[in-house]
Each structure stands twice: as structure tokens, then as C-alpha cells.
């Protein structure tokens, strides 16, 4: 990622203290000014953990439509948090290789509008998807990709990188949870959970902001036939899968944060010495610290107290501490596979 760029013009004319006090102040949240690795652009200014309130956003994706191919069915949308209209007339839509897309005007986003931008424009090719936009010469692949959205001077506005620990599903957008949050972490990503007006059965919410699911169904109804939407698993100690078994096991916690799993995703639950495993429904990845984690949280998980927990979590994770990252997940509809 570059570095901040400054304007060089401006500080040859300003007074030399204004100019120690620029320097002094930062406005970073990375204290040691090294890069912070997120995709974002260093020269915008960032909100806590949320995205460059002057940015035009990626808010959804659709790699791996169900209900039509994916060279009709693909659709990207875009979200201007802004106060002011933006047009996108002469922006690019790109990846990191040979695919690129200019957007071809006027194309406006009122503030706090969203637009879907779509392989094919016409809902009756494209899954009953109303885009504002077709393009050409970009599409989305299934596993892996790049998105990433030029201006029209060639400056790089926003990037999202997703794989396949983000969960792609077929016929199911990946949505941003909340335009707060940074779109470059998978973590801020779900799968939508609902149906849109129209749509030839897929789930998403073009056009629109996020409704992420938390009771979502996987593509087979729940069979496990085959298991294509099982893209995770977890493993467990043997003496653990009694309890996951008979359901009176139902969370865990790991060290560290775990952004590759989100609230509503099917996984496989694995015992490490044995053959025995089970799919499961997330109903809840929440990041914290160990300090942070409940007392019903930790008892859920066997332990008696806060001191016992970090004890045992201190085997496997030394040197960890109360204010350690950590993540609790829970889960429901335990099934053997």
C-alpha cells in the first residue's frame, strides 16, 4: 500500500509551525506509520474500524448466481455514504489482472444511494435484477477475486478482496453488514438472507441496504447431500464430541479473531482422533478478549470460572492474557454427517 502522500506545493507555502504541527499530528490509527494491509487508500482519513466516509463503496457481491449463469447473473453494488451526489461517469471497475470495466455516463449516486452494476441489465436474463449499469470485460469468479474501484483520475477509491474462506454460496449475494464497517475484512461480510422483489430465486438485497441472515437455509434444504455449501469446519478434542453429539455442547471459544466465519454459515464440527463429524448451523461469532467473554459464555464451554478458562487456554495459546483477542462461537442444529 503507498504511503501518505502530501502535497509538497501546500507546504512550501505554508508557515514552518503549521507545517510541525501537520507532521506532528498524524490522524493515523496505525501509530508506528507502517502500512495497515486493509486494501483502503493511506491518504483517507478512516473512521475506528469503518471505511473513508468520502468513499463510493462495494456493499455486495454476486460471484455465483443459482437461478440463471453466472455470464448473465453476476452483479456488483456500490453504496455513496456521502452527503453529495457522486458521479461515477469515467470510474473503474477492475481486478488485479487483465479484467477492467470504464464506466460509461453520467452515472449518479444520490448520497446514501446504492446501485447495482450487473453483467446483463435485462431482469428477465439476469435473475429479475433491476441494474443501473451493464458492464463488460469484468466478471466474478466463484473462489476468488478482486474488486477494486478507480475514479475517473485513476485513484484507487476502494478495494475488496474476497476467497473462499469468505463463504461465496451459490445463488446467495455476500452483502456488507453495516456501510460502517470495513469492507475489507471478511467478517463484515454475510450471506443475505432474504429474497428481493423479483428475483428468479436467488437471495440478496440489490439496491438496497443489508439484510444479513442468521436462520439461513443451505442450497440442498439442510441434507448434507454433497455438501457444497460446507466450506469450514472446527476441530475438537474426542472427549468433547459426546456433548456435541447429544447437543449439550453448543459453543466454543478459540484464540485469536476468527473473520473467517460469520453468524448464519453451515460448518463441519470435527473430532481430531476419531471419523465422527457434524454439520452445524453458526448462530453467533462475536470478537472479544478473554477478559471480555461472558460468565455464561465461558461456563457454556466447561469452565467454572474466568481464571479456569485462561488457565486451560494457556496450554495451547502461551502467554496469553486477559486482554488476549479472543472469539466466541455458538451454534445450533447439530446433525451428524
Not at 98 to 118: D, R
Not at 128 to 157: M, P, R, T
Not at 164 to 193: E, F, H, M, Y
Not at 296 to 315: I, T, V, W
Request: charged letters at 15%.
Amino acid at each position: 500500500m503507498p504511503l501518505p502522500r502530501h502535497l509538497s506545493s501546500l507546504v512550501l507555502t505554508l508557515p514552518l509551525s503549521i507545517v510541525l504541527l501537520a507532521a506532528c499530528s498524524g490522524g493515523s490509527n496505525n501509530p508506528d506509520g507502517a502500512p495497515t494491509g486493509d486494501g483502503k487508500p493511506s491518504d483517507a482519513p478512516r473512521s475506528e474500524g469503518g471505511v473513508t466516509p468520502a468513499a463510493v463503496m462495494v456493499t455486495e457481491l454476486m460471484p455465483d448466481p443459482g437461478a440463471v449463469p453466472d455470464a448473465t447473473g453476476e452483479w456488483l453494488e456500490l453504496h455513496n455514504p456521502t452527503g453529495a451526489a457522486v458521479d461515477i461517469a469515467g470510474w473503474t471497475i477492475k481486478d488485479d489482472y487483465t479484467n477492467s470495466h470504464v464506466i460509461q455516463g453520467p452515472l449518479v449516486l444520490a448520497p446514501g444511494a446504492y446501485k447495482v452494476l450487473a453483467r446483463v441489465s435485462d431482469p428477465t436474463q439476469n435473475g429479475g435484477i433491476q441494474g443501473a449499469y451493464q458492464y463488460d470485460n469484468f466478471n466474478l469468479a466463484n473462489d476468488s477475486d478482486q474488486v477494486i474501484l478507480l475514479d475517473a483520475q485513476g485513484k484507487e477509491v476502494d478495494r475488496v478482496v474476497y476467497d473462499s474462506t469468505w463463504g461465496v454460496r451459490s445463488g446467495i449475494s455476500l452483502a456488507l453488514r453495516d456501510v460502517t464497517q470495513d469492507n475489507a475484512k471478511a467478517a463484515s461480510w454475510c450471506p443475505s438472507k432474504d429474497s428481493w422483489s423479483g428475483s428468479a430465486g436467488d437471495r440478496g438485497s440489490p439496491g438496497a441496504a443489508t439484510t444479513c441472515s442468521t436462520t439461513i437455509t443451505p442450497p440442498d434444504g439442510g441434507t448434507g447431500d454433497g455438501l457444497p455449501y460446507l466450506q469450514h469446519s472446527i476441530s475438537f478434542k474426542d472427549y468433547l464430541c459426546p456433548g456435541i453429539e447429544s447437543g449439550t455442547k453448543k459453543i466454543t471459544i478459540r484464540n485469536g479473531h476468527w473473520d473467517w466465519v460469520v453468524a448464519g454459515e453451515w460448518v463441519i464440527l470435527k473430532c481430531s482422533n476419531t471419523t465422527k463429524q457434524f454439520k452445524a448451523q453458526l448462530t453467533m461469532v462475536r470478537w472479544t478478549t478473554y477478559g471480555g467473554i461472558t460468565a455464561q459464555e465461558y461456563m457454556a464451554d466447561g469452565f467454572s470460572s474466568q481464571a479456569e478458562m485462561l488457565q486451560s487456554m494457556s496450554q495451547y495459546y502461551p502467554g496469553i492474557t486477559l486482554s488476549s483477542d479472543a472469539t466466541v462461537i455458538a451454534w445450533k442444529d447439530t446433525s451428524p454427517l
